[in-house]
């Protein structure tokens, strides 16, 4: 909706789709907050650590102990850690974290957004994302039809994103959560099967011994 709208409308000026000249940056990160789930945790810290980011100028907005723990040995600013609402999160939990840096965005404290977090492709497959938030990019799409008319909206587009953009926010960062959620649970199942595997070999190899 958001591309629909910028790539139909004349030019918009809006504090969402351009830097506001702050250096610093907001990460997300959504680990777990136990163990014994194989890589789940490493590979969001190793996203971080690698990204080419210095920690000084890069606040990290934590959610999962092992990913605050992690980042905060290697020398990262820890602005906040929301590892409650792991387990069951809901849509107010990820509004209230997305309000957090979004009004940090608005006061110019921060000049990006971005969110890092496990996607979910299936039971055995999870990947690492960093995705960016704000600002948002605009995407160069053909209009509908190919006919190139203008929308109208009502009201004009400068408010329909201030509506629109804080719920893409919010409603990303909620399906992070989910997402996260499930790939922890998937992640820890093949830990375990690994390790009930590597057990019955052990088991195995000493009985033989022991015979």
């Keep these: ?22 250096a610093r940056r907001a990460v ?10 194989g890589g789940y945790n490493n590979n969001i810290v190793r996203l971080i650590t690698d990204s080419g980011w210095r920690p000084e100028d890069t606040d990290i907005y934590g959610i999962g102990r092992k990913g605050v ?33 979004l009004d940090a965005f608005a006061a110019g404290e921060i000049g990006e957004i971005y969110l890092a977090y496990t996607r979910f492709k ?3 497959v999870h990947v690492p994302v960093l995705l960016r938030l704000l600002p948002v990019e605009r995407e160069e799409t053909e209009t509908d039809g190919g006919d190139g008319l203008l929308m109208n909206y009502e009201p004009g587009p400068e408010e329909a ?34 390790a009930s595997g590597n057990a019955d070999e052990m088991i195995a190899s000493l009985s033989l011994l022991y015979n």
Excluded: C
Excluded at 1 to 13: G, N, P
């Design 1 to 22: 909706t958001i591309q629909s709208i910028l790539s139909k409308s004349e030019k918009i000026d809006h504090p969402y789709l351009s830097s506001n000249g702050s």
């Design 28 to 37: 997300i990160v959504v680990t777990s907050s136990r163990g014994l789930a």
């Design 69 to 101: 723990d992690a980042l905060e040995r290697r020398g990262w600013h820890i602005v906040s850690d929301d590892s409650d609402v792991l387990g069951e999160p809901s849509f107010s939990d990820a509004a209230a974290i997305g309000a957090k840096v």
């Design 122 to 124: 299936n039971t055995v």
């Design 161 to 194: 994103l201030d509506l629109l953009i804080p719920k893409y926010v919010n409603s990303t960062i909620f399906g992070a959560l989910i997402e996260a959620d499930a790939s922890e649970n998937g992640a820890r199942m093949q830990a375990m099967d690994a």
